[in-house]
């Protein structure tokens, strides 16, 4: 009996994390929104807010961001790969 429980709460978190992490960034957001407006214990304030403010649509710290910076330079003693198809 303990065994069957433990593994439903197991499947049942793993699919709650399945949901979160493909479910669009938009309804994420609406989703932690509404969660932060209910009584919620004081620890989960933070990564909730961190939730709301999430930049990226992949949740990374900006690998969609345009990049502002030159280009990097080849080092010295390198050579760059061509493949030339047939």
Same mark, same amino acid.
């Given at each position: 009996?303990?065994?069957?429980?433990?593994?439903? !709460?197991? &499947?049942?978190?793993?699919?709650? +994390?399945?949901?979160?992490?493909?479910? /669009? *960034? $938009? $309804? #994420?957001?609406?989703?932690?929104?509404?969660? !932060?407006?209910? /009584?919620? /214990? #004081?620890?989960?304030?933070?990564?909730?807010? =961190?939730? &709301? *403010? =999430? =930049?990226?649509?992949?949740?990374?710290?900006?690998?969609? #961001? &345009?990049?502002?910076?030159?280009?990097? *330079? /080849? =080092?010295?003693? +390198?050579?760059?790969?061509?493949?030339? #198809?047939?």
């Amino acid at each position: 009996m303990v065994q069957s429980l433990i593994a439903g !709460l197991l &499947v049942g978190a793993s699919a709650i +994390y399945a949901l979160w992490t493909l479910c /669009p *960034k $938009a $309804a #994420r957001g609406r989703l932690t929104a509404s969660l !932060l407006k209910l /009584p919620h /214990p #004081r620890f989960l304030e933070k990564p909730l807010l =961190q939730a &709301v *403010k =999430q =930049q990226g649509g992949c949740g990374c710290d900006g690998c969609d #961001r &345009v990049s502002l910076k030159a280009p990097a *330079k /080849p =080092q010295e003693g +390198y050579a760059s790969i061509v493949i030339h #198809r047939r």
